[in-house]
């Protein structure tokens, strides 16, 4: 049984390492992204994930592509995505895409759900900003019904009417991917999740913890009115940012051009700031243990966990040299950890049925 999940995700964001000079391709970025993967799995991690772009500074723009490459140069980890556009993708055509995906993995793949925070990206797509949150409850809820029924017949405001349609393939065995909803400040979005008795993920950086107890809370509260179970039972991700060295003090010093270069963080708030406001850790191997066993504590049991690990220009081999050690030191510890403070009747981690483990 597979009680809780850690993984990787990454957002495919080029940038130019601070410390050497060095400006990766697109290429090297790219095939950067399958080498993370890869190495998830080798030091015994059980998710990678992609986000999905459709402008610079960001390359993983077709994430299905991307997955299936890693699929084929793996065995064991869940292919995820960390934000399948929901709203400016067409849903007839994300449910061919991950049923595909979901064939060629053998049940490997779970979607993240979500609307991006990238303005511009909808009028590409021929869609409206201000349709943000009708998109993604339309689109979701055909989605839903393409792979749940045989043959549909939809009338929407944002698509095309369907009649009789059949997305093909059909989800492995008759079981779509499972679905999580990822939200980094919208409310509504909780509330979807619950009420289709899906995941919700919490992106959890940038951002401080009592942010994220709000969205977590209504979720749960809601997952229970809605009939799916206790509150403790909803199904529950987190993100978090991570950089470790086995000395502290290294971690802080090598970490520090990065966050003070960073899109994100930069120019703003000190680093020392920004790890006590929010749950980015810099640290030795038990200091992300301790700071991420506290995640428990403030959103309850929880199913997955993913770590930020690959931003803001850190060189390949850096970011491999850091999943060694987490793998090593740090995972083993919070699996044992959390495996040991769950209590009964908290759902397991969801994965299909063709892996042969019954989730949550």
């Known amino acids: 049984m597979t009680t809780m999940q850690f993984g990787v995700f990454s957002v495919g964001d080029v940038a130019t390492d601070p410390v050497t000079g060095h400006a990766p391709t697109e290429y090297e970025r790219i095939k950067a992204m399958t080498a993370i993967a890869v190495k998830a799995e080798e ?66 793949v779970d979607l993240m759900m979500g609307r991006g925070n ?11 900003i201000r349709d943000g949150i ?32 059949t997305s093909t393939p059909r989800p492995l065995d008759g079981v779509p991917p499972f679905v999580w909803h990822g939200s980094i400040r919208s409310p509504e979005i909780a509330e979807q ?97 301790d700071r991420t066993l506290t995640f428990r504590e403030h959103f309850g049991d929880y199913q997955r966990q993913l770590f930020f690990m690959d931003g803001a220009g850190l060189s390949l081999k850096t970011v491999l040299h850091q999943l060694d050690i987490l793998g090593e030191e740090v995972i083993p510890v919070l699996r044992k950890e959390f ?3 769950r209590p009964a009747g908290v759902p397991d981690a969801p994965v299909h049925p063709a892996l042969g483990v019954t989730g949550g």
């Open 339 to 341: 495996a040991a403070r």
């Open 193 to 289: 999740a619950a009420y289709y008795g899906d995941g919700f993920f919490a992106n959890h950086i940038y951002w401080p913890t009592n942010h994220f107890q709000r969205l977590i809370g209504i979720y749960r509260e809601r997952y229970a009115h809605y009939g799916h179970g206790a509150p403790e039972q909803a199904i529950v991700g987190l993100g978090g940012q991570v950089y470790l060295h086995r000395n502290s003090q290294e971690a802080v010093r090598e970490f520090r051009p990065y966050f003070d270069n960073s899109s994100v963080y930069g120019h703003g708030p000190s680093l020392e700031e920004m790890t006590e406001q929010t749950p980015l850790t810099v640290g030795s191997p038990q200091e992300i243990i």
């Open 118 to 128: 990238t303005g511009p990206v909808y009028p590409w797509f021929g869609k409206d």
């Open 43 to 108: 030091v015994g991690m059980d998710v990678f994930a992609t986000g999905e772009h459709h402008n610079p500074p960001f390359v993983p723009s077709s994430p299905t592509t991307l997955l299936g490459y890693i699929a084929a140069r793996t065995e064991r980890l869940i292919l995820s995505t960390s934000t399948t556009l929901i709203t400016t993708n067409d849903p007839v055509k994300i449910a061919e895409d991950y049923a595909m995906l979901q064939h060629l993995a053998d049940g490997r």
């Open 134 to 165: 009708p998109l993604a409850i339309e689109n979701y809820a055909l989605l839903r019904r393409l792979w749940r029924e045989e043959a549909v017949d939809w009338t929407g405001r944002f698509r095309t009417p369907l009649q009789g349609f």
